[in-house]
């Protein structure tokens, strides 16, 4: 059975059963599902909830499918995140060709619907933060192709409904998809686009990906599954459609036409960007007789945690590319899983973690503050990392700063020509905390004896403690 978002929940079922909930009383899309999972992450509670009965739609409603580290590295075959960014970083140079099926073959073309019938207000798409514009699909993942190389790109952008038959489509500039919309455009040609909503989470994580492009993320997605992405060609529109995905709608996006979009929450934690956009006019909509519709609460840990993984992949990638004594690198949930960056290596010369930072920020810019420590130093610790910087970083010799550099344009910091106007612009910051190199004597940190650490099992150690107050006798 090809993997695909059901095969999927029945993995995370038998290893993490605990992390699957359903709702089956009706429920609203207008907030109710959202101020849920909000409630629940007061409690530090992140569970993939199936709500079954939506208002006003046929079909239910999966979301936070992403909001957890360990089913993400369940996605990916291995059981931590380093672990997963090694491999997603090998898997990176090593792409699984797609494999074509017929649509008779394609579970998404179990109903297809064109024309008026093609109606997305019968979706059941959520209205999610508060002053969101209105409902969008935030699990959608848009498949284009450059117009004269025919290169298959994917990724995930703001999607709007602003109509039965329309979405609003709000894509970063630096991305690989506005810049294919624009090639279209300019010889005054419609944009084909189709838009896919379910499926595995391997899809999800190579549409986010780093990869060299445009291109290739449907490759790196059979990589990262370990099999090959079967597709089947769309409706309407010359694409590959994933064939075991659950929804997608097809259309164009028409030269010179815009609409206002936004506002939304973003990646940051804040309502960002709106304005005049493109939009999507949908020619077809198709799907699997008993679809799912997933989803993906913005401006929480789902959206970070997704955003995160695989570009520390590719991070992984790159820097080890010009430092191989890498050890791990991460974005961590506290810069919203792209703006901090912290690099573990093994430092064999002077100016490798400046190196080391200068590729991260060249691969991803929305990387604001690259942390380099040493390989004693877990990356994915924070209170680690503070600590190294704590006591292995003076400012005025270990820290670079670089203004008016490409960054986050969805940082509410961000800043133009002009510092007074928002812009694409950030400050850059490289952190140097590693110790220096012999023959500087630097003092020896004090640790428990770490091979008797290592070979001890608290379980043979450790047991609940019956305690009562003693009480005194005569």
Known sequence: MPKSLRSFLDEIAKQRPGDLKEVTRQV????????????????????????????????????????????????????????????????????????????????????????????????????????????????????MKERDTGAVNTGMYRLQLQGPRQLGFMVNPANHGSHIHADYEEHGEATPIAVVIGHHPAFYLSSVAKVPGPGHELELCGSLMGESLEVVRGETVDLPIPAHAEIVIEGYLQPGKRQYEGTFGEWPGYYN???????????????????????????????????????????????????????????????????????????????????????????????????????????????EVLWAMAMRFQADTDMKV??????????PSSYGHNRLEKGVMETKVIFDCTKPLPPVEFAERALAKQDLVDAIDPGDYVQDLSWSTPTNTP
Not at 340 to 360: M, N, V, W
Not at 402 to 407: H, K
């Open 273 to 383: 960007m709106q304005g005049p956009r493109p939009y999507i006019e949908v020619s077809a909509v198709t799907m699997r007789r008993d679809a799912i519709c997933q989803d993906l609460f913005n401006a929480h840990p789902e959206h970070t945690i997704l955003g995160a993984i695989p570009r520390m992949g590719s991070l992984y990638r790159a820097i080890r590319a010009v430092c191989p004594n890498l050890k791990g690198v991460n974005l961590p949930w506290s810069g919203g899983g792209r703006s901090f960056c912290y690099i573990s290596l093994h430092k064999r010369a002077d100016g490798e973690p400046t190196q080391a930072a200068f590729a991260a920020m060249t691969t991803e810019p929305n990387i604001k503050h690259v942390v380099i420590v040493d390989e004693d130093i877990d990356p994915f610790n924070e209170q």
């Open 28 to 143: 609203d899309a207008e907030h109710e599902i959202t101020a849920l999972l909000a409630k629940l992450q007061r409690s530090n509670q992140f569970p993939a909830v199936l709500f079954r009965d939506v208002k006003g739609s046929d079909l239910p409603v999966l979301i936070n499918l992403h909001a957890s580290n360990e089913r993400m590295a369940i996605a990916m075959g291995v059981s931590d995140l380093l672990e997963a960014e090694r491999l997603h970083s090998e898997r990176e140079s090593n792409p699984t060709p797609i494999s074509w099926v017929d649509a008779a073959d394609a579970p998404v073309r179990e109903v297809v619907l064109r024309g008026d019938e093609a109606d997305l207000t019968k979706l059941p798409l959520t209205h999610k933060c508060e002053k969101d514009a209105g409902r969008y699909i935030s699990a959608g993942v848009s498949v």
């Open 402 to 411: 670089i203004p008016n550099a490409l960054g986050a344009h969805l940082n």
